[in-house]
């Protein structure tokens, strides 16, 4: 996370009890570009971009940058999650923040992979950047990340439209790290 500064990149792998949460390797690019290409992915986020133009223009290897997670099961890459500093963003609330997104591959939807992986990545980030808050967009129409959202402790900030929909913007609190102590 070169805005993230002073956070060392690539962080040793993040396990759970069923994922891995690494960096990019080439044999991902297959499901990068599935991911990519998905109508179901992209309901909300302006939809899919066209198989043949992602074959073309994704390099053999997926691009290594710093808050980028591949997100793996059992050695195979089923989502991204991505904590980037937030510093072109429309919305003064989050302009600066770190930000977290996520992608799922559609078979991988309903098992509480997301969940799993995004807590994962925030107490990584916890760990890393003690006392800074996150923030996340979706929109409201977007059920599932709503819901998901809440669970991982996001509190609406704002409503707003963009891109012809009503978003969501939420945070979530710095977890410090007496209180860490204190929850573990």
Known sequence: MSDLEPVAWPPE???????V????EARDRA???????????????????????????????PERWP????????????GQILLRRATGHRRPAAA????????????AWGFGYAAEACAAALDWFDGVLPGEP??????????????????????EVERFQAWDAEQWLGRRSPVTPSAQVLAG
């Open 13 to 19: 792998p993040i396990r759970t009890e069923r994922l």
């Open 21 to 24: 949460l690494r960096e990019p």
């Open 96 to 107: 600066g923040k770190a930000d977290l997104g996520y992608l799922f591959l559609p078979r």
């Open 31 to 61: 499901a990068f570009i599935e991911l990519l290409a998905s109508p179901e992915v992209h309901t909300y986020l302006g939809g899919p971009r066209p198989r043949d133009e992602l074959e073309r223009e994704l390099p053999g290897a």
């Open 134 to 155: 996150v923030v996340l967009t979706t929109q409201t129409a977007n059920v599932g990340s709503m819901r998901l959202a809440a669970k991982l402790g996001f509190t």
């Open 67 to 78: 808050g980028s997670f591949v997100v793996d099961l059992d050695g195979a890459m089923i």
